[in-house]
Every structure is written in structure tokens, then in C-alpha cells.
């Protein structure tokens, strides 16, 4: 995302013809998105984005299992959240 949001602030920069921007290449001012395509297709290609999904899940899971045994009382009163 972080490759994106520089494409997009280099693009505007150089069509608008302000700063040291206007006088790059377009190659060096397009680059990022390049580079973004590069990792998401890394990312996907390496499981990077399921395991994040995945652990992300789980986390949400075991919140709710939490907040559940909260509710119903089965929890020690040492880890209630009052």
C-alpha cells in the first residue's frame, strides 16, 4: 500500500509540474506501482496474505471465545474484566 500511495503522490507531483518531481522520467516517477504489483504478487505467491488472514481470524476467534466465557462466568474472578 505504502508503494501505491507513493505512485500516486509522485504521479500528481510530476503531472502538476511542481517540485524536483517535474524534471524525473516517467519511469522513475511510475516505479512505484511497479514495485506494488512486485509484492503483491510476491505476497500472494509465498502465502504472506493468507497467513496474515489467517492469524487475523484467529485472533478474532479467540476474542470472542473470550468474551463469551466473560459472559457466561466460566472464567477466574482473578481474570474477569471488570
Known amino acids: 500500500m505504502l508503494f501505491l500511495l507513493l505512485g500516486l503522490i509522485l504521479s500528481g507531483l ?3 509540474e511542481m517540485t ?4 524525473w522520467p516517467w519511469y522513475v516517477v511510475l516505479a512505484p506501482f511497479g514495485l506494488a504489483v512486485l509484492w503483491w504478487s510476491w ?3 509465498s502465502g504472506y496474505t493468507k497467513r496474515k488472514a489467517v492469524e487475523k481470524e484467529e485472533a478474532r476467534k479467540k476474542a470472542r471465545i473470550e468474551k463469551s466465557r ?3 462466568g466460566l472464567t477466574p474472578a482473578s481474570r474477569r474484566k471488570r
Open 20 to 23: 524536483q518531481v517535474a524534471t
Open 43 to 45: 505476497a500472494d505467491w
Open 70 to 72: 466473560d459472559n457466561l
Open 14 to 16: 510530476k503531472y502538476l
